[in-house]
């Protein structure tokens, strides 16, 4: 099994061009993912490319069950209702809304939620509400958890907030599988399905070597890349193209994390630092297919 994150930035590649085609593209000729987790989906921003970005990729990806999770939901403008108003999206439904999309192949979804992350007072900080998907994938006879986010950029303590939001539903999780409920029960008491270990993906928003990225390992995460490839330093993620919004240059800050149970399913983590359709680079993680 493969499991994809890319945080696509509303599909603007380092040439400043919007193409959500070149995301596609990119995903469709180079794995073969069975959950592909985005990050920076827009729908209706003019700054964006002006276009319901979550509807292209569903329709590009129509053999995947979509799980979307946006950070906010706010109403266009009349004028832009006017402009943007179809048969197929009546005006008085059309939304600007940006976040975190989660593709699954059709039949592995066995259930989801969306989590809205912490927003703690930042004052004179630039902060966007954030939120983390997070999937049951039937996986083998079992199900694997997979929880994919974009954090917080500007404030240390927002990030801080939201690994520790992260963190405790790995643990939740854990605990649940030691101290299972009631299996004997019936209809919206069913037990849901509820595997013990958890995968974490996505722009962390945190470089190697911060004191934020020593909190993740703090809380009981397992770098994938270090688990992998312990004497090999992490590829860049981001910086590599785009020398404007990151003067520090390539860098890395997007991950695959895990619990410690999850370690024996690791097979293979790959980076395509080649690819200049995003400021970030595609990573993904295959799993064993026998563990």
Not at 45 to 73: I, N, R, T
Not at 132 to 149: D, Y
Not at 188 to 210: H, I, R, W
Request: hydrophobic share 40%; charged share 15%; aromatic share 10%.
């Amino acid at each position: 099994m493969q499991i994809f994150s890319w945080n696509i930035q509303n599909g603007k590649g380092c040439d400043g061009i919007v193409d959500l085609q070149n995301i596609v593209n990119f995903i469709k000729e180079n794995c073969e993912p069975a959950v592909i987790c985005l990050q920076e989906v827009a729908r209706h921003f003019a700054e964006h490319g002006d276009q319901d970005q979550l509807e292209f990729l569903k329709a590009a990806f129509d053999d995947y069950s979509c799980v979307w999770a946006p950070g906010f939901s706010w109403p266009l403008s009349t004028v832009h209702i006017d402009q943007q108003a179809s048969s197929q999206a009546p005006s008085n439904e059309l939304r600007r809304e940006f976040g975190n999309l989660v593709l699954v192949k059709k039949g592995l979804l066995l259930d989801y939620k969306v989590h809205t992350l912490p927003l703690p007072a930042a004052h004179g900080l630039m902060q966007m509400p954030r939120t983390a998907v997070e999937v049951i994938v039937a996986h083998q006879q079992s199900a694997i958890r997979i929880l994919s986010s974009h954090l917080a950029f500007h404030s240390y303590d927002e990030r801080i907030a939201q690994l520790d939001y992260l963190t405790a539903l790995k643990d939740l999780a854990q605990a649940r599988s030691l101290h299972p409920a009631n299996d004997q029960q019936t209809g919206c008491y069913s037990p849901a399905p509820s595997p013990q270990g958890t995968f974490l993906c996505g722009d962390l928003n945190v470089a190697l070597g911060e004191s934020d990225y020593q909190h993740i390992l703090n809380s009981g995460w397992v770098d994938v890349w270090s688990t992998l490839y312990a004497d090999k330093e992490h590829l860049p993620t981001c910086g590599i193209y785009d020398h404007q919004q990151w003067p520090q240059g390539a860098h890395c800050r997007d991950y695959f994390l895990c619990s410690n149970d999850l370690t024996a399913q690791l097979q293979s983590l790959q980076v395509d630092i080649k690819t200049a359709a995003s400021d970030h680079q595609p990573i993904w993680l295959t799993l064993k297919s026998t563990f």
